[in-house]
């Protein structure tokens, strides 16, 4: 066997990973939260609790205005501050974190749950950042 026929399926078995852990976070978003596009998600936002499942300081370096800060590391001590009878959005950079913790919260009996399509990455409403010196 070659060097290049090694190379190969060791790249195709890389690729074959990436598509799967892709694939598992679009059914784990699918069965545990509503995905909403920007206006939908500012539309409601102001009758929900929106949080940012980011670390603290990135938190700190720029949030959507009116998020609080709940970092995903700390969620399993965190999450019961949150209110099961109103909805809760969801956001992260891009999508990965927000649906994980929303499987987490569904497996907990939240049930009203909502991440931003795009989440931050792609977020053109009202920001906070920290002016850097």
Known sequence: MSIWWVINIVLFSILAVMLLSSL????????????LTQEEFQEGMRKAQVIDVRERDEFKAKHI????SFPYTQLKEIYVSLRKDQPI????QSRALSARTANFLRKKGYTNL????????????????????
């Open 24 to 35: 598992r976070v679009r059914l784990m978003t699918r069965r545990s939260a509503t995905i």
């Open 65 to 68: 205005l009116g998020a609080r």
């Open 89 to 92: 959005y969801i956001y992260d």
């Open 114 to 133: 909502f991440i931003l399509k795009g989440g931050l990455e792609e977020w053109t409403g009202k920001i906070k950042e920290k002016k850097l010196d």
